[in-house]
C-alpha cells in the first residue's frame, strides 16, 4: 500500500526504546494489541485527533518492507485502511525521527530528519 507509515511518539519513549532496540508502543498501543500508524494522507486527522496541543513529540518514518509482514492493513476511521502493527517496532525499520509538534487548533510543524 505505502513505503512509509508514520507513527508519533513520545520522545521519552521512543529514547527508551531506542536502548532497548523496539518500541513496545505507546499506552493505547498496548491497550488494542498493536501500534497504531498512519499514512502520510492520515497523518494531519491523527495528529489532530490525538495529539492537539501536546509537546516532546516525535515523528517516526517507518520503512514497511523491514516489518517482516506483521502489517496488517484495517478499516477505522471513515472506512480508510490504516496500517497496524502486530508486533514490536524495531528500531532498525525507522529510517528517520523528526521533531513534531501539532497547536491546540491541529496544525502540524514537523522539523528536519535527525
Known amino acids: ?20 532496540g523496539r518500541y513496545d508502543g505507546a499506552p ?14 492520515q497523518l494531519a486527522e491523527t ?4 495529539f492537539a496541543g501536546r ?6 518514518d517507518v520503512d514497511m ?14 472506512g480508510a485502511l490504516f496500517p497496524h502493527l502486530y508486533a514490536a517496532l524495531p528500531v ?3 529510517v528517520a525521527t523528526r521533531a513534531f509538534k501539532v497547536d491546540a487548533e491541529g496544525r502540524m510543524t514537523i522539523g528536519e530528519a535527525a
Open 47 to 50: 495528529a489532530r485527533r490525538h
Open 1 to 20: 500500500m505505502t513505503d512509509i507509515a508514520y507513527k508519533i511518539v513520545d520522545v521519552a519513549e521512543w529514547r527508551a526504546a531506542v536502548a532497548e
Open 92 to 94: 532498525a525499520a525507522v
Open 55 to 60: 509537546d516532546g513529540l516525535l515523528l517516526l
Open 28 to 41: 493505547v498501543d498496548l491497550a488494542d494489541g498493536y501500534i497504531h500508524m498512519s499514512t502520510e494522507a
Open 65 to 78: 518492507g523491514r516489518l517482516d509482514g506483521d502489517v496488517v492493513w484495517e478499516p477505522s476511521r471513515g
